[in-house]
């Protein structure tokens, strides 16, 4: 495979989930795949060779964060992102946009682009579709996303209907700018909730081409079944054989239901940052670990799990490190979240390899709540 | 070797420096040795695992900290600290004294013991003899420290030698007192910088009869000089056949010359606190990872070391994650500082076996600075 090959492997028969690999500059992805976010040059609480061990081969990093620190001057003397932090993965990254356009009191967007105050120190920064590129090209990931314009939710169409138009413009300006070497390019479909604007973003980025399209603006708010239509329209335009990403989704069924429709990729900060937060993901739910039920409870965080802090430590245990704040807590719990949400995927690779994903769909869809009081009733 | 037993397996000719085993009933221990501290269960940012990678083979627990939190009840059920934190190494805990002694305003030392606030939620509790050696029979540490009363510095003479005979008597109901299986019992020699009150203390305490022996109540702010003749007058009146601890000294031209006047064991929170502030030790002295002179630096912390920080990770990086506070940051710089303080100890036994200690001696006390401007000037 070239770098930048979408090679489909199996098609689900029933569903329009697919089985695929993208070959990046630093290897191939097994997708559908879960990014876990290593927003500052490192994945929260873990090592990059721990994210190797855990099967993790594609991680994120943010484009506005690494700009504001350690900033490009760095980055360049310091030879790229994968270099700087030690990762011999593949690195997607966001363009910056979506953090800049949260900034909503500290910015201004232009034909230009985005004017904004760093949230560090104040200092007065510019962002537009070829600063991104610049700041990409630095960081040399192996997947660079476009600039666009992410709006909120809810927003009137007038406003979305320009700002697609301003997305479809910047992503023009992103494709013509210069890359990494073996660097792919990501669209991103935009348009809220409104079909004709998505399905337009859609068509017109496939005509600019891309090595794959993100679906962009969902999960901002709106109800879930919203977002799901979003999902579907965002993918009509797309081609068949391109990899599609669906940005900052990482609640199982919504994964599910994304695969189910023709989504390979996703990221979410979630199994990392509930992680620090004291709330362990496991296969038939989430739970609190610092709850007091579990002071002396001797099992693992999840039962029959593999990974290190499982096979290692006891709820009991890592308990009391949450409890009293120390780091070790919040790696355990990171290790055992990241491997939870891998070993999810992986089965759903399986589940479509072996013709059975609706099976698959169908089980998460039942047995997975968000909080799983049989946890504590079980004991 | 029976657990208990201390082997001096080579005297230094020119000074009283003794290379020596200790056996515990997690395996023996090599001295001098400095034992990495870890209070809450967990040394800061480190694994059990990555602990004994750095070749460390007995570690602190902190008495009053663990009788809080999780407490006695959940340690009990747990089965010990050991196996609480997954730990095959020896354990040596303190008494809680010490802590529970600096909590000025919120505790009242009687006859029987201390009564004190918690500093977590100021529940009462009560500390005695008893008491201390309750908690750490159920903690199972290899080492138990007896109950102390640790003075302050300045002290006044009066109050130093009602202190003394209360801290003699204590040692003697805590001698008395069941232990876990195989846990060594040692008492601590108190009297400030009173030579014939650390000479008493040292004597009685001999009479009761322990597996070794510390020197508490030095370094608490006197003056260098005056602690290293704390160090002389509290060794006076010990066997030669048991070990000896100087408590919470960490630094290197005192650890040197603490051994060269006959101590065995060490403990310090420094490698790990300061880490953790962001201060790198290396042979040469310490310095501010953080500051701006290493933002594009690519040699790692200490040329030359073979820590898997410095064997993956640059200066540059390191000081990244410091700045923007990843926890990445605080685990690379403590796994760093540790190896370079157990790699100091073992380079001081080899010197002390091949009879070079007074020269190792030299060459520290010479060469070592605690701020390192070589560093910064050297780039």
Redesign the interface.
């Known amino acids: 495979m070239n770098i930048g090959d979408f090679k489909i492997l199996k098609k689900d028969s029933r569903t329009k989930a697919r089985r695929g690999r993208l070959m990046t500059a630093h290897g191939p992805v097994e997708t559908p795949v879960f990014m876990p976010v290593g927003t ?3 994945v ?6 721990e994210m190797e061990s855990l099967g993790c081969r594609i991680l994120l990093g943010n484009t506005y ?1 690494l700009n504001l ?2 900033g490009m ?2 980055m360049e ?2 030879g790229g992102l994968h270099k ?3 990762w011999n993965g593949a690195i997607l990254t966001d363009s910056g946009g979506y953090q800049v356009f949260s900034l909503t009191d500290l910015r201004k967007i232009t034909k230009e682009g985005v004017e904004f105050q760093s949230h560090v120190d104040g200092a007065r920064h510019f962002l537009g579709p070829r600063e991104a590129m610049r700041i990409e090209r630095i960081l040399g990931s192996d997947i660079a996303m476009v600039l666009d314009e992410c709006i909120p939710y809810p927003c009137e169409k007038n406003y979305a209907a320009k700002s697609v138009a301003r997305t479809i413009e910047w992503a023009k300006i992103c494709r013509d700018e210069p890359h990494a070497e073996g660097q792919l390019v990501f669209g991103i479909v935009q348009g809220g909730i409104y079909p004709d604007l998505r399905e337009r973003c859609g068509q017109e980025l496939v005509k600019i081409g891309f090595n794959g399209y993100a679906i962009g603006g969902v999960s901002v708010g709106e109800p879930e079944d919203v977002m799901i239509q979003g999902v579907e329209q965002g993918i009509a335009a797309l081609p068949e054989d391109k990899p599609r990403y669906l940005m900052g989704v990482g609640v199982w069924t919504q994964l599910v239901e994304s695969v189910a429709r023709g989504v390979d990729m996703f990221d979410c900060v979630m199994p990392t940052r509930l992680a620090r937060n004291g709330t362990a993901f496991t296969r038939a739910g989430r739970y609190p670990v610092k709850a007091a039920v579990y ?2 409870d ?1 099992r693992p965080i999840e039962e029959g799990c593999t990974c290190y802090a499982c096979t ?3 709820r ?2 890592i ?3 949450l ?2 704040n ?3 807590g ?3 719990l990171t290790t055992h979240n990241l491997h939870c949400f891998l070993r999810f995927m992986e089965e759903m690779r399986e589940a479509i390899e072996q013709d059975r994903f609706p099976e698959f769909r169908e089980r998460i869809s039942s047995e997975y709540k968000t909080i799983d009081k049989a946890h504590a009733q079980k004991k």
Chains 1, 2 share one sequence.
Request: proline share 5%; hydrophobic share 40%; glycine share 2%.
């Open positions: 500052q040059a490192t929260k609480a873990m090592s990059p060779h964060h620190r350690p001057d760095i003397k310091c700087f932090m030690g002071k002396d001797l290692h430590f006891t009991a245990y308990r009391h490190l409890n009293v120390e780091i070790l919040a790696r355990l």
